[in-house]
C-alpha cells in the first residue's frame, strides 16, 4: 500500500518533486511553489464527469473518469518513471487528497515506483501555509528599504541577495511594481494564494533579519498580510535616495525592456509602449487631459526619458510617502553593486551574531 505523508514532512527533503494533479486550470490558478502539472483530467473532461456525477450517479461519473485517463496511462507512466529516476521522493497531490490522488499513486505505486500521496491536497497545505506564515512574520525583524519610485530598491535587494544575505522580494513575488502603472510589461498577476506561497517559502530563511522593500498594504491585486504590513515600521528603517537620471535609467529599463528566460510572458518594445500608453489613462484624474496626450506622443517618438521624469516629478514623489519618519540609515545609489555592498558592510554584524 502506499503512503500518505502531511506536507510538513516533506519540508526537510531536498531531492523531492510535487507532482499536480488537478486540472491545468486548477494548476494555473494556484498550486505547491515548484510543482509540475499531470493532470488526471483536464478541464473540459473534468466539466464532463462533474455533469455526470450531478445529472446521473457517482459511478457514471468514475466510469467517464476512468475512460478518459486510461487512453495517456502508458505516458503517464512513461512519465512517473522518469520521474522516479530523477528525484528522490516525488509527492502528488489533488485538491483534498481524494479519488484523484489515490487513484494515480495507488496505480502507479502498484507497478513498483515508490510515490507518495499529500495527505489532504492542496486544502491541507493551504491551512499550513496560513498558520506556519504568520509563525515566520514574528519570528523576523524586517530590515525595509524605502525611497522614491526609480531609486534601485529591487535591484539592491536583488545584490543583497547575489551577496548571501536573506531577501524577501514583495514585488517579484506578487508580479507587480506596486503603482498605478506597476503590471505594465509583467503580465498576468499572481494570486493571493500563491502569494502567500512564495512568501512563506521567501521566509524560510533560518536568519530572523531580512531585507525586503516598503510596500503600501497592497501589491496590485494582492495584499500583504496585516501582521507583516504593521511590523515594517517596527523594524530597521533604510532610505535610499538617487539622482534623478539614475531614476529616469531605471525606469525606462525597467518599463519598456522585454522580460526572458525567467518563465514570464515576453513583450515587445512596441507592446510595452501600448501598454504603458494605456495605463496612463489610469492616472488621468491626476493630470490634464492635454498631459496625458502628450505623454502619449512622447512615448510614441520615443521620448521614454522625458515622460519618465515627469512622472517621477509630478505624479509618483509628490505622492510617496511612508509611515517612518526618522530612518536608521540613509544610502545614496546610483550604483546598485556599490550600495549594495555598502549596505552590506553596514549592517552585516546582524547576521554575524546568527552564525
Known sequence: MFETVEYKETLKEKDKLYVDVRTPKEFEKETIPG????????DDERAVVGT?????SPEDAKLAGVQFISKRLPEVFAEYQRLFKEY???YVFCSRGGYRSSSIVSFIYSLGIHIYKLDGGYKFYRQFIREELQKEIQRITPIVLYGNTGTGKTKILQELDALGYPVVDLEAMANHRGSLLGSVGLGKQTTQKMFESYLYDGLLKGNPFVFMEGESRRIGNVALPKELYDKMPEGISIKIESPMEYRVKNLVEEYLKAPSSDGKEEFSKSLMEEELIRALDKIKRYFSKERIEEYKKQ????NYDFVAEELCRYYYDPRYSTRISDYDFEFVNDNEVQCAKVIA????YLFEKQE
Not at 510543482?35 to 483536464?42: D, E, V
Not at 455526470?52 to 446521473?56: A, D, F, M, R, V
Not at 512615448?299 to 520615443?302: E, P, V
Not at 558592510?345 to 552585516?348: S, T, V
Open 35 to 42: 510543482a509540475i502539472n499531470l493532470p488526471i483530467l483536464f
Open 345 to 348: 558592510d553596514q549592517l552585516g
Open 299 to 302: 512615448i510614441h517618438q520615443g
Open 52 to 56: 455526470l456525477y450531478k445529472q446521473k
Open 88 to 90: 528522490k521522493k516525488v
